[in-house]
């Protein structure tokens, strides 16, 4: 189970309540499977399109992989395509790295793909470094962050939401990892950026 789920807690947890959780809970706001997938296509808004694809994850698991790859290929919002592609990989490690290789890496996601297929895949991903003197820390990484929230209602009624990355950064700000090189494996430094907080 655990290598089927390689990056899911609910998964590789050994605590069968964190399990039961997502067995037995609705969702906040009840959708159906159609409208997800309609959203997911059609919707204006990107914080809506990601939320949808990542709640339809969130019930199908691997079942929903060639459904999920099909919209992530015609996606054209460049935060929607990294968040889902790396659920793709959370959800089927190696059908996505064999996609990758059918298809090619495409350039959006050359990156996210690197990071996760660090052997076989280096000839395909071409990129450089740049750091700035002047700055504090040699690295400064945005950080994107799914959420799952769960809240029982009523004694033994268990209710969740999803916050997909766009969401959960527009409700709680931009979540930043910043290091030093000499220092990297030992300290990192959380920032988190905030729109319209303040001026100064």
Known sequence: ?????????????????????????GAIVPRSDKELLSD????SDPAVREHALFEYSYRKDQAGVPTILKIWEGETDPDVRISVFDELVRLDYEAVKSYLEWQGVPKDVAHQALAHYDAGLEE??????????????????????????????????????????????????QLLACTKVETRHERV?????????NSD
């Open 124 to 173: 395909r991903v071409a990129g450089s470094v740049q750091s700035d003197p002047d700055e504090i820390f040699d690295q400064t990484i945005p950080l994107r962050v799914m959420l799952r929230e769960y809240i029982e209602v009523e004694p033994n009624k268990w209710l969740y939401h999803i916050f997909a990355p766009i969401q959960e950064r527009r409700v709680a700000g």
């Open 189 to 197: 430094v959380l920032t988190k950026h905030l729109e319209g907080l």
């Open 40 to 43: 997911a296509e059609n919707h």
């Open 1 to 25: 189970m655990i290598s089927k789920y390689r990056m899911d807690p609910i998964y590789a947890a050994e605590d069968n309540f964190v399990r039961q959780l997502k067995a037995s809970s």
